[in-house]
C-alpha cells in the first residue's frame, strides 16, 4: 500500500514554513503540494492521501470536492484542513479559525465591545469576520479593491478599534508594501496580520512606530498546524508544543543584524557568528562591491557617497527580505533611515560599540582624516533609533560574538 500523502495544497508555495512545524510535531512526510487549478481535483482523489493544508487560492474552491465539511468551517465559509478518514471519505475542517483566536489572544488584542476592520475578501477573511464576531466584536467591516467599503473611502471606518490584514500585500518577496496607512484609524488599538514573512510587514512596522500592539502571523500558523495535526492523526497535542515550535521558529527565521561605528568589529564579529552558529554571514559592503565591480573608495572617488548610499539602500532591501542569516552592514548604513525598516523586518538589531581609539580608519573613506568623536556623536542617536541592543565589543573577538548569540537566543525566541 502507497505511503499516506501530508502536506499543504496550494498555488505558489516557495514562501511557505508548514514542513518545518509538521516536521517539528512528527509528521516527517508532510511536504509542498503546489497545483494549477485543473490538478485539484486529481490530488484530493487519491487513496493514499491522509491529510492536507490548504491555502491560497484553494480554500474555498476545494469545499465541493469533500464529502463532509465541518460545521464551523461550513459556517465560516472556507476550509484548510483535509483528512481522509478510514471510511474513504474526505472531510475538510478550518483550523485556521483556533489559529487566529490564538494568534489575537497572545497580542492582548480584545474584540469585546470592538469595531474591526478586515483587509481583504478572500478565504483567510472570512475566518477573520467569524472570529472576530464570535470573539466579541460589535461590528465587522471588510475592505475590498471594489466593493462597497474600499480603499478609496477608508475615512467612512476611521472609528475602528482592530485592523486585520488577510491580504497577501507585504508578504516576501514584495517587502515593504503596506495595504494601508493607519494613521487612517486614530483609534485603532491592535493590529493583526497574517502574514508571518517577513516577521514584520510594513503594516506591522508602522503599528510597532505607532505603539499599537500587534501580531504577524506565525502564531496563527503554527496553532492551526497544531490543530491539523490532531485532525490528521486523531490525537490531542499538548498546548506547550504551540509555543515550543514558535520559539523555535523564531529563533530559526530571525536574522542577526550588526551595526556599529566603521572598524567596531562588525565582520570580524559576524565571522566568529557564522562559525559559533552554523549560519550565512552576508556582508552588505561586499555585496555592493560585487554588484559594482569595484571597491568602495572607488565608488566614492569616482561617484561619490550619494551613488553609494543609493546602492547601500537596494542591497539593504535585498539582504534584509532574508531569513535566517547573519546581516553585517557599513557604519554609515543609519544614516538613511530607509534602510531601518529592511533591517527591522527580520532582525533582531545589535549595535557594537568599541573605544574610538580602537576604530581601524585604513580602506573606510569617511574615516581617514575624520573626525571620530564628532562622527560618533553624530552617530549615536541614529544608531540608537535602529538597534535592539548594545553588545560591547572590548573583549575578544569569539567572547563578543558569544554574547551576541546568548542575547539573540534569549529574546529573539518571543
Avoid at 307 to 329: N, P
Avoid at 365 to 381: I, K, N, T, V
Wanted: contains cysteine.
Amino acid at each position: 500500500m502507497d505511503a499516506k500523502i501530508y502536506g499543504l495544497l496550494g498555488r505558489t508555495l516557495g514562501h511557505s514554513w508548514s514542513v518545518p512545524i509538521h516536521k517539528a510535531l512528527g509528521c516527517d512526510s508532510y511536504q509542498l503540494y503546489e497545483r494549477e487549478p485543473e490538478a485539484v481535483a486529481a490530488l484530493l482523489a487519491q487513496s493514499n492521501l491522509g491529510g492536507l493544508n490548504v491555502t491560497i487560492p484553494y480554500k474555498r474552491t476545494v469545499m465541493p470536492l469533500c464529502d463532509e465539511i465541518d460545521e464551523a468551517a461550513r459556517a465560516i465559509g472556507a476550509v484548510n484542513t483535509l483528512v481522509r478518514r478510514a471510511d474513504g471519505k474526505l472531510y475538510a475542517y478550518n483550523t485556521d479559525a483556533a489559529g487566529f483566536c490564538y494568534m489575537a489572544g497572545r497580542a492582548g488584542i480584545d474584540f469585546a465591545g470592538a469595531k474591526a476592520v478586515i483587509l481583504g475578501s478572500g478565504g483567510a477573511s472570512l475566518t477573520a469576520q467569524a472570529m472576530s464576531r464570535k470573539l466579541g466584536a460589535r461590528e465587522v467591516v471588510v475592505i475590498s479593491r471594489a466593493g462597497a467599503d474600499n480603499y478609496g473611502n477608508l475615512e467612512r471606518h476611521d472609528d475602528a478599534d482592530i485592523v486585520v490584514n488577510t491580504t497577501p500585500v507585504g508578504m516576501y518577496p514584495r517587502c515593504g508594501e503596506a495595504a494601508v496607512d493607519l494613521t487612517a484609524f486614530p483609534k485603532c488599538r491592535g493590529v493583526l496580520d497574517v502574514i508571518y514573512n517577513p516577521r514584520r510587514t510594513a503594516l506591522l512596522l508602522q503599528a510597532e512606530a505607532l505603539g499599537i500592539p500587534y501580531s504577524d502571523g506565525l502564531p496563527m500558523l503554527v496553532a492551526q498546524a497544531v490543530a491539523a495535526e490532531e485532525h490528521f492523526f486523531e490525537k490531542s497535542i499538548s498546548a506547550s508544543e504551540t509555543e515550543r515550535i514558535l520559539s523555535s521558529l523564531r529563533r530559526e527565521m530571525t536574522n542577526i543584524v550588526l551595526i556599529g561605528m566603521p572598524g567596531c568589529g562588525k565582520s570580524t564579529v559576524g565571522e566568529a557568528l557564522a562559525h559559533l552558529t552554523g549560519r550565512e554571514a552576508i556582508d552588505i559592503d561586499a555585496e555592493i562591491v560585487k554588484r559594482a565591480g569595484k571597491s568602495i573608495p572607488d565608488i566614492f572617488a569616482s561617484e561619490g557617497e550619494a551613488a553609494f548610499r543609493a546602492l547601500e539602500r537596494e542591497e539593504t532591501a535585498r539582504v534584509g527580505a532574508l531569513s535566517g542569516k547573519i546581516i553585517l552592514t557599513g557604519g554609515g548604513v543609519v544614516k538613511d533611515q530607509r534602510n531601518n525598516a529592511p533591517l527591522r523586518q527580520n532582525g533582531r538589531i545589535y549595535e557594537l560599540q568599541r573605544p574610538l581609539d580602537l576604530l581601524p580608519t585604513d580602506g573606510r573613506p569617511l574615516s581617514q582624516g575624520a573626525d571620530l568623536a564628532a562622527m560618533a556623536r553624530e552617530r549615536a542617536p541614529l544608531y540608537a533609533r535602529f538597534r535592539d541592543a548594545v553588545i560591547d565589543n572590548t573583549g575578544t573577538v569569539e567572547e563578543t560574538a558569544e554574547k551576541v548569540w546568548r542575547d539573540f537566543c534569549e529574546h529573539s525566541g518571543t
